[in-house]
């Protein structure tokens, strides 16, 4: 069932938290897209052929937002932190009644800058080739351990872990956690239920701030250690800052390459030219890849208007939330020629899919080793896959959009 349908208002007049529909906002705007239940990608191409912006009383995490469904204006406000600010854009704190900041995501500028300034280095492409042995190993293992037989269910058996697996090593952290690291990370993300979020978050912080504690008093040569040397703006970095920072890496650097592997290896399956193109071609495989980031833009965004201004024509009041569908920009064809082909030899492909603006992600050459390295083992250990059971996969929604069950088999 999709969450939207063209031209039909949300009957609704009240959002997720009971608050009613803003005044300014004109009813015809009013659209029942529910993300979180329904086939995203979908929402956003049923959007784009419609109209440029709408409104959603459904959003779980905020109630109220616009939803821009064009490249140009998602580019606007992303653009310009000055008049659409990131900050509380999570809403994590909040839920535990607390006030630290996903940093440097939910900082504007000039703060966020200083924030930035320390991860930059680590997530630099000199530093993530460093990694390379590192995300070959793990991809080859991982990848082994499923290879002799005749399948695999791909989420669990390796989408799931490999990122897991991948950040552990990064940070420093013992291995023996990764099913708790996952199972925190998977529910902050995706449930929809805030109560169950909260306990999630109040989980993740309770076993960052104990790491942070440990290396207060021991410090080590890792990335926690580095953070918490840092100095913002002359003074030392607090714990509350530094929890910010660990939170957002442990939030965005998990789920995101679980997504992304998912999507990339449905579309593997589902097109078996382009499978084999890649097998006799693996050159291409980049290429493929960075299609792939594309056309599945997986997550959404929020940024809040700090002054009343306009969208599209339509007043926009100051406090105004709107959340940007990266895949809305890059499924937009006045941006993007054909964009609902896979293409691999596409001249120009600046998809929105890391974002656009100060917050560009800082892990996307992380990500793209990553996603890089699994590609290249499962086309060169596995034969020929497809998938084993094209009617049970789902595609399900949330601050990042997922594949819920992948089963492939291979001759
Ligand atoms: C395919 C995988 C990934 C995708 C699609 C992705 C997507 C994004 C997006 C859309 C943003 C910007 C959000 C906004 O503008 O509000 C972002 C920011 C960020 N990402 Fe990623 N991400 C991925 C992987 C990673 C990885 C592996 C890490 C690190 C371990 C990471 C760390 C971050 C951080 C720290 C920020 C905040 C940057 C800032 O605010 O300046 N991401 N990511």
Same mark, same amino acid.
């Given at each position: 069932?999709?969450?939207?349908?063209?031209? %039909?208002?949300? =009957?609704?007049?009240?959002?997720?938290?009971?608050?009613?529909?803003?005044?300014?906002?004109?009813?015809?705007?009013?659209? !029942?897209?529910?993300?979180?239940?329904?086939?995203?990608?979908?929402?956003?191409?049923?959007?784009?052929?419609? %109209?440029?912006?709408?409104?959603?009383?459904?959003?779980?995490?905020?109630?109220?937002?616009?939803?821009?469904?064009?490249?140009?204006?998602?580019? +606007?406000?992303?653009?310009?932190?000055?008049?659409?600010?990131?900050?509380?854009?999570?809403?994590?704190?909040?839920?535990?009644?607390?006030?630290?900041?996903?940093?440097?995501?939910?900082?504007?500028?000039?703060?966020?800058?200083?924030?930035?300034?320390?991860?930059?280095?680590?997530?630099?492409?000199?530093?993530?080739?460093?990694?390379?042995?590192? %995300?070959?190993?793990?991809? +080859?293992?991982?990848?082994?351990? &499923?290879?002799?037989?005749?399948?695999?269910?791909?989420?669990?058996?390796?989408?799931?872990? &490999?990122?897991?697996?991948?950040?552990?090593?990064?940070?420093?952290?013992?291995? #023996?956690?990764?099913?708790?690291?996952? +199972?925190?990370?998977?529910?902050?993300?995706?449930?929809?239920?805030?109560?169950?979020?909260?306990?999630?978050?109040?989980?993740?912080?309770?076993?960052?701030?104990?790491?942070?504690?440990?290396?207060?008093?021991?410090?080590?040569?890792?990335?926690? /250690?580095?953070?918490?040397?840092?100095?913002?703006?002359?003074?030392?970095?607090?714990?509350? #800052?530094?929890?910010?920072?660990?939170?957002?890496?442990?939030?965005?650097?998990?789920?995101?390459?679980?997504?992304?592997?998912?999507?990339?290896?449905?579309?593997?399956? #589902?097109?078996?030219?382009?499978?084999?193109?890649?097998?006799?071609?693996?050159?291409?495989?980049?290429?493929?890849?960075?299609?792939?980031?594309?056309?599945?833009?997986? =997550?959404?965004?929020?940024?809040?208007?700090?002054?009343?201004? #306009?969208?599209?024509?339509?007043?926009? +009041?100051?406090?105004?939330?709107? /959340?940007?569908?990266?895949?809305?920009?890059?499924?937009?064809?006045?941006?993007?020629?054909? !964009?609902?082909?896979?293409?691999?030899?596409?001249?120009?492909?600046?998809?929105?899919?890391? /974002?656009?603006?100060?917050?560009?992600? %800082?892990?996307?050459?992380?990500?793209?080793?990553?996603?890089?390295?699994?590609?290249?083992?499962?086309?060169?250990?596995?034969? !020929?896959?497809?998938?084993?059971?094209?009617?049970?996969?789902?595609?399900?929604?949330?601050?990042?959009?997922?594949?819920?069950?992948?089963?492939?088999?291979?001759?």
């Amino acid at each position: 069932m999709m969450g939207y349908q063209a031209g %039909v208002q949300d =009957s609704r007049r009240t959002d997720h938290f009971g608050k009613p529909l803003a005044a300014h906002v004109p009813p015809e705007l009013l659209r !029942p897209i529910d993300w979180f239940g329904d086939d995203p990608f979908a929402i956003a191409r049923e959007l784009r052929d419609e %109209v440029p912006l709408v409104y959603t009383l459904r959003n779980a995490f905020l109630g109220q937002s616009w939803v821009p469904a064009r490249a140009d204006i998602i580019r +606007k406000v992303a653009g310009d932190p000055a008049l659409f600010s990131s900050r509380d854009q999570s809403g994590f704190a909040q839920l535990v009644n607390e006030t630290w900041q996903l940093l440097p995501l939910e900082a504007d500028p000039p703060e966020h800058g200083f924030y930035r300034k320390i991860l930059n280095p680590m997530f630099a492409p000199p530093a993530v080739a460093r990694l390379t042995d590192i %995300v070959a190993d793990r991809a +080859k293992s991982l990848v082994a351990s &499923f290879a002799g037989d005749d399948g695999c269910e791909f989420i669990h058996q390796y989408a799931d872990i &490999f990122p897991v697996q991948i950040f552990l090593d990064l940070m420093g952290w013992p291995q #023996e956690h990764r099913e708790m690291c996952q +199972k925190w990370n998977y529910a902050l993300i995706h449930a929809e239920n805030p109560e169950e979020r909260a306990e999630n978050i109040r989980a993740i912080t309770g076993y960052l701030r104990d790491i942070i504690a440990d290396r207060r008093r021991a410090p080590r040569d890792d990335i926690t /250690s580095t953070i918490l040397s840092a100095d913002i703006a002359g003074r030392p970095i607090s714990d509350d #800052e530094a929890l910010g920072m660990l939170t957002l890496l442990f939030g965005g650097g998990l789920d995101t390459v679980t997504a992304a592997l998912s999507f990339q290896i449905w579309a593997l399956a #589902e097109n078996q030219d382009l499978q084999q193109r890649l097998r006799n071609n693996p050159e291409e495989i980049p290429n493929a890849i960075e299609e792939l980031l594309r056309y599945y833009g997986l =997550s959404v965004n929020h940024r809040r208007a700090t002054a009343d201004t #306009e969208l599209a024509g339509h007043q926009i +009041k100051q406090g105004d939330w709107i /959340s940007l569908i990266w895949a809305a920009a890059n499924l937009d064809p006045t941006e993007v020629d054909d !964009p609902d082909l896979v293409e691999i030899d596409r001249q120009r492909n600046r998809h929105m899919t890391f /974002s656009f603006g100060p917050h560009f992600c %800082v892990g996307n050459h992380l990500a793209r080793r990553e996603l890089l390295y699994s590609i290249r083992e499962l086309l060169t250990q596995l034969p !020929p896959f497809r998938l084993a059971d094209p009617q049970s996969v789902r595609v399900c929604g949330g601050a990042t959009f997922a594949v819920n069950r992948l089963k492939l088999r291979w001759d």
